[in-house]
């Protein structure tokens, strides 16, 4: 089975631009989770989409925003990219069920300049 | 609030030596605990979950509820373990949000 796959792998974008970031899960994984890791703060939950609705939301600012598809495929936008913005984000899928073993991706370098 | 604690950035151990990472946690409910582990150029990856009390690669971890704790352990530390690892805790309820540490960078020296 191919693994969590996230593109692009590295990403650099100025101040006030927007960015996309997609994750293909696990084939037979319906349930996508997103962290934001940064050497400052560590890893950082985002949000949880399970069947396309999102079940769980991190504490960040309006500016992230996410969506699922009905393939389970998922993207991340941020809108207003700030210098803080800079960091990994790590796409893990699971099947489905809750309290579950997550698969992590590769990860997307985001850098803001 | 639930929160997980490393006291450790750096364990720095010799080959053959015992190794424990820390792990501490406040959490009201009833917690589940993992480790995850990520080797140099690889992906963070599932190490041990408490509940399913196994060995993996050596490594044990025991939820001590008393002392909030799920401290890592291995008796004799391989050059291969040489890794980040990160203590987390499931937040509870439907979910599979994770609340990581900090991490512990282990580096066994030969």
């Known amino acids: 089975k191919a693994g969590v796959t996230q593109t692009p792998r590295y990403l650099i974008k100025t101040r006030g631009q927007q960015v996309t970031l997609s994750c293909s899960p696990i084939?037979?994984?319906?349930?996508v989770s997103w962290y934001q890791q940064t050497p400052g703060q560590g890893l950082q939950f985002l949000f949880e989409?399970?069947?396309?609705?999102?079940?769980n939301k991190g504490n960040f600012p309006g500016r992230f925003s996410g969506r699922q598809f009905s393939n389970s495929r998922s993207e991340m936008n941020v809108s207003t990219l700030e210098l803080g913005d800079s960091a990994l984000y790590l796409c893990?899928?699971?099947?489905?069920?809750?309290?579950?073993?997550?698969?992590f991706g590769s990860g997307t370098q985001l850098s803001v300049l | 609030a639930q929160r997980v604690t490393q006291p450790e950035k750096l364990l720095s151990v010799f080959k053959g030596a015992p190794v424990e990472l820390k792990c501490n946690y406040s959490?009201?409910?009833?917690?589940?605990l993992f480790w995850y582990v990520q080797y140099s150029r690889q992906r963070l990856q599932l190490l041990l979950r408490h509940i399913s009390r196994e060995s993996i690669k050596g490594f044990t971890a025991d939820l001590n509820k008393g002392e909030t704790s799920f401290h890592l352990k291995k008796p004799f530390a391989q050059e291969e373990d040489s890794a980040m690892y990160y203590c987390a805790l499931i937040h509870g309820g439907a979910t599979n949000k994770l609340i990581f540490g900090t991490g512990t960078l282990l580096a066994v020296q030969p």
């Open positions: 959490y009201s409910g009833s917690p589940e």
């Open positions: 084939s037979g994984h319906r349930s």
């Open positions: 893990a899928s699971s099947p489905g069920q809750v309290r579950e073993k997550l698969f």
């Open positions: 989409y399970f069947s396309e609705t999102q079940r």
